[in-house]
């Protein structure tokens, strides 16, 4: 491409970005500005019209994807020239420090030391020390090992500042993990950075050989970038200072790896002479989506503001439907994307949640519906290791001979069982032709037994848990009472807690998770057999190919992703926002920026949803929510209620005054509130309702009611009958049930 033609499909504010190259530049780019544009035109045009040499230029960003779309999009823009450098933070680190690094003493062969290795020295050096790596768990002490490191202390300010004996010990495992990290001539991902930064710091050669070199630099993603980067970033263009940072302050999602806000909200202060760009017109969503979406973010006090627009139509309005549990909510989602695809066949809708625990109803819903999805930023529900881990012991309870359901569970979690013995056990049940819980038992039993002590009081107290599990499977137990027996006997649960970090939280969430769908089992009538069939037939892997239509990911996996359809769903005060973060501002505003983000990946349409009741933790009955404080901060002018009260509402309607399939609600000062600030009212089609009853439901068609219950403040329970959709347990008030008859 020619120089010209480098800025002739740019706006004004794109085409200001490009064209500044000297010096500070900070790019404010909101959602679907044209971010990834601006930042590949600005380094063509650096070398296409100002005549700079490819290899003086860097960029860097976050990920491989990210940079690899990078390059393409430079070199399609500079022909056939050399390319400069463009890369994650990391892979610059090393090259750094593969050139470099013996000018502050280091050694150039160093090792890289990934996650699981990482681990593994933790728990030897614990192991040295005596530590119980149950009651300090190696991941958590990790953790807090890397949040350290990015706020730049090491083991010395760790231990000066311990609290209590758990954080001594964790200073002191930081300071032996860092002597044998030496010893071994290697280096971890947090290291890469802040050796390359001290390498710039202590050897004036380095940087002013780095920083002759490269003359301009580039960071994409700014608001995610931590204390060290910052620091790798000011040494780099400590000379000349060309520096152009581009990001979005209400993007900036992630605290908890250690990005820093700061560094985006003070840069003009860090950098007196800085120019600041906003990219404000959006080529992505419609009108009423981006006004949605910029009425919940302006909310949040840590922000340079910006306001977004577009030239697009107004578009459909915001959806927000208010189902009567979570089980509707994730029928009524799949029934939607039925629809929308028998409309648009080659539409992309995605189905975005806080957490990855809450895609299983959706998963199931989708299945039902016979919908093909995929799972991203996470396995599929029932791949999830400690899923897999508890139906494993449902899997051994029901049938005592599934050896690789035992193998699995034996040592999960840890009980004292080594190599050795597991060795030991399936050589006893290769010879004598039998299951492996058979051949534990015949070990147990034998007189004198060939187990080590400690090996046999472990291994007995696994086969008391197992006989107690079968003696309740056979017994027709549910298996809700079988997974609470697990996690209470095993303490799988109480491990996860203990670790303390956000990996653990999101698995006790899939545990809670698991107990729902137990629970929902339960009211669905289903044997233990046949819970574990529906399990083990989710778990089936489907032959994806690259244009599934719906999409499944937690709102941090979809940055940076667009789709026609989104739908944000569990909009629900301690689901989204997280419970957390609610005694925190700053948390709260991160979760605030979190939902900008996910309403901002729609393109054409969003929908807002959340249940009036949720089951908690597999709890025996559902809990009222809370609506989520930001879909009440959505403007009820630019709502659509698709909730069933609207639809019967519509209906009701004078034929002239009837609009599309679902009306947009107008609230005025004298209308009823929206449905997202109260519950619908009882439905009044359904009163008389009793057992025999024939009903009609709006999703499931026509049943009947089996059970009527009292429930709490007068919210009765119905029991219905739907063929083809087995047994449903609905709240009267919310079901919306129409008698036929009984």
């Known amino acids: 491409m020619t120089a010209s033609a480098l800025l002739a499909d740019l706006n ?24 990834t544009r601006v930042i590949t035109r600005r380094i063509a045009y650096l070398i296409r019209a100002r005549q700079v040499p490819a290899r003086a230029i860097l960029a860097m960003t976050f990920t491989n994807k990210a940079a690899g779309e990078m390059q393409e999009r ?42 699981d290795e990482q681990l593994a020295l933790i728990k030897a050096i614990a192991k040295q020390l005596g530590i119980d790596d149950k009651q300090l768990p190696p991941r958590a002490v990790l953790a807090r090992i890397s949040r350290a490191k990015n706020e730049g202390r090491g083991p010395e300010a760790m231990l000066e500042k311990a609290a209590d004996p758990r954080s001594e010990r964790v200073a002191v495992i930081y300071e032996r993990y860092q002597k044998a990290l030496a010893q071994a001539n290697a280096l971890d991902f947090d290291d890469l950075l802040l050796e390359t930064e001290r390498m710039l710091r202590q050897s004036p050669e380095v940087a002013e050989r780095l920083n002759e070199r490269y003359q301009y630099v580039h960071v994409d993603e700014y ?44 840069f003009e202060r860090d950098f007196p002479a800085a120019r600041v760009v906003r990219l404000e017109q959006n080529y992505r969503s419609t009108r009423n989506i981006l006004d949605a979406a910029s009425a919940v973010v302006a909310n949040n006090v840590e922000r340079k503001g910006k306001t977004l627009w577009t030239e697009a139509d107004a578009g459909a309005a915001v959806g927000h ?38 895609s299983r109803p959706f998963e199931e819903a989708l299945r039902r519906y016979d919908l093909r999805y995929k799972v991203v930023g996470g396995f599929s529900f029932y791949e999830r290791a400690e899923i897999k881990d508890l139906l494993a012991y449902l899997k051994a309870a029901a049938n005592p001979a599934d050896s690789v359901a035992v193998l699995r569970i034996i040592t999960t979690p840890p009980r004292g069982i080594g190599r050795a013995t597991l060795d030991l056990l399936e050589r006893e049940a290769a010879a004598a032709g039998a299951p492996l819980l058979a051949a534990l038992a015949r070990l147990l039993d034998a007189q004198p037994t060939p187990l080590p002590p400690r090996a046999a009081a472990a291994l007995a107290d696994f086969r008391e848990l197992m006989d107690e599990l079968q003696r309740l499977a056979a017994a027709n137990a549910r298996p809700r009472e079988l997974l609470r027996l697990v996690l209470e006997r095993t303490g799988y649960a109480r491990l996860l807690e203990r670790e303390d970090t956000p990996e653990a939280e999101a698995r006790l969430e899939n545990l809670g998770e698991l107990l729902n769908a137990a629970a929902d089992s339960a009211e669905r009538g289903e044997s233990l ?63 605030r920026r979190l939902c900008y983000v996910g309403m901002t990946r729609a393109r054409e349409r969003l929908v807002l949803t959340r249940a009036a009741y949720r089951r908690r933790y597999g709890a025996g ?74 009903v009609r439901h709006q999703r499931f068609g026509a049943g009947t009611v089996l059970r009527v219950e009292e429930g709490e403040a007068g919210d009765r329970k119905i029991t219905v009958s739907f063929p083809g959709y087995g047994l449903k347990k609905m709240l009267e008030r919310y079901a919306g049930l129409e008698t036929l008859g009984g």
């Open 12 to 35: 004004p504010r794109q085409r200001e970005a490009v064209e500044h190259t000297e010096g500070p530049l900070l790019v404010l780019a909101g959602a679907g500005s044209g971010k």
């Open 74 to 115: 430079v070199a399609a823009a500079i022909g056939g020239q050399a390319p400069p450098a463009i890369s994650t933070f990391h892979a610059f680190c090393v090259r750094a420090l593969r050139a470099d690094y013996a000018a502050v003493g280091g050694r150039r062969d160093f090792v890289i030391y990934a996650e």
């Open 223 to 266: 608001q995610d970038t931590n204390r060290p980067q910052y620091q790798l970033m000011k040494q780099l263009t400590a000379q000349r200072r060309n520096l152009c940072v581009v990001g979005d302050e209400d993007q900036s999602i992630y605290s908890w790896r250690g990005a820093d806000l700061r560094n985006i909200l003070d």
């Open 321 to 358: 439907y208010l189902a009567p549990d979570g089980e509707n909510e994730a029928l009524w989602v799949a029934d939607a994307l039925r629809r929308q695809l028998a409309r648009e066949p080659r539409s992309q809708a995605a189905i975005l949640y806080r957490t990855n625990a809450q």
């Open 529 to 591: 057999a046949e819970f574990l069939d529906h399990a083990a037939l989710v778990n089936e892997q489907d032959d994806y190919d690259a244009e599934i239509p719906i999409t499944l990911m937690t709102l941090h996996a979809a940055k940076g992703l667009e789709f026609s359809t989104v739908f944000l769903v569990g909009m629900e005060d301690g689901l989204f926002p997280h419970a957390r973060t609610l005694a925190s501002p700053r948390e709260l505003e991160e979760e």
């Open 621 to 694: 009955s559902l809990e009222a929510t809370l609506p989520s404080r930001f879909l009440r901060e959505v403007p009820s002018a630019l709502i659509e209620d698709l909730s069933p009260r609207a639809a019967a509402e519509a209906a009701e309607a004078e034929p002239a005054a009837r609009g599309p399939r679902y009306v947009r609600q107008g609230y005025s000062q004298e209308a009823a509130p929206p449905a997202w600030h109260a519950a619908p009212p009882p439905s009044r089609a359904a009163a008389g309702l009793r057992p025999g009853v024939r």
